[in-house]
């Protein structure tokens, strides 16, 4: 079956702590996996993909194939990084993508 | 570019009635995709459709629900006799081609409320 996961439905942090948003997926084949974020009132926006192996805003996330993982990590977070956060896969060859449930992330002064 | 435009932004049917969801997509995309958000829950994908064309309608629930991208106009969603459990917020993306590679960009969604 395909799926995503994201255990954690809140992450609070203080401003300049570490962050790690944890994402597991489930998919038998090479899915491309994206993070998506929400900023309150704001649309939903790609964040990264695997594929670009980019950092955006100060975020990175690895693919571990092993693990089955995309976490996405920032090593100091910002007060402007509180949001919503989804994680998704697309399988090769379609078009549509597979989200999990989110994780809000709360950066306090 | 005012990016995917969705309308209405709030909707409110009773049980029974018909809903109609629009969705314009971003100038010169011309792939429209719809998905569907309980609550508590993320996103989930409902259809697929190029310009006169559904390409993947496998998340579409049989009975009720339909959907067209006409050559001319907005994509429409069309939910028919809506029950409770269609109570929901559904987002529109749109991209400018087939393809994981190509960026999907959201529309604000529409929230449908049945009473």
């Known amino acids: 079956a395909q799926r995503v996961t994201q255990p954690e439905k809140l992450l609070s942090v203080f401003k300049g702590a570490p962050v790690e948003l944890k994402c597991n997926y489930s998919y038998s084949g090479s899915p491309e996996l994206f993070w998506y974020v929400q900023y309150s009132r704001q649309r939903l926006q790609l964040l990264l993909r695997?594929?670009s192996r980019e950092s955006i805003k100060g975020f990175t996330a690895d693919l571990n194939k092993g693990e089955t993982s995309f976490h996405l990590k920032k090593p100091f977070a910002q007060e402007e990084d509180s949001a919503m956060y989804y994680c998704a896969l697309s399988g090769l060859g379609t078009d549509k993508l597979i989200f999990g449930t989110g994780t809000r992330l709360q950066v306090f002064p | 570019n005012a990016g995917v435009m969705q309308n209405p932004r709030h909707l409110v049917r009773r049980r029974g009635q018909e809903a109609r969801l629009r969705c314009s997509p971003m100038?010169?995309?011309?792939?429209v995709y719809w998905y569907r958000q309980l609550p508590e829950e993320g996103l989930k994908f409902m259809v697929y459709?190029?310009?006169?064309?559904?390409?993947?309608e496998s998340g579409m629930p049989k009975e009720r629900f339909s959907a067209e991208f006409p050559k001319e106009g907005p994509s429409i969603l069309r939910i028919q006799q809506v029950v409770r459990g269609d109570s929901a917020a559904y987002f529109c993306?749109?991209?400018?081609?087939?393809?994981?590679?190509?960026?999907?960009?959201f529309g604000p969604g529409t929230r449908l409320t049945v009473t």
């Open positions: 459709l190029q310009k006169e064309n559904i390409i993947d």
């Open positions: 100038k010169g995309h011309s792939h």
């Open positions: 695997h594929i």
């Open positions: 993306a749109s991209s400018p081609s087939s393809g994981s590679r190509y960026e999907q960009y």
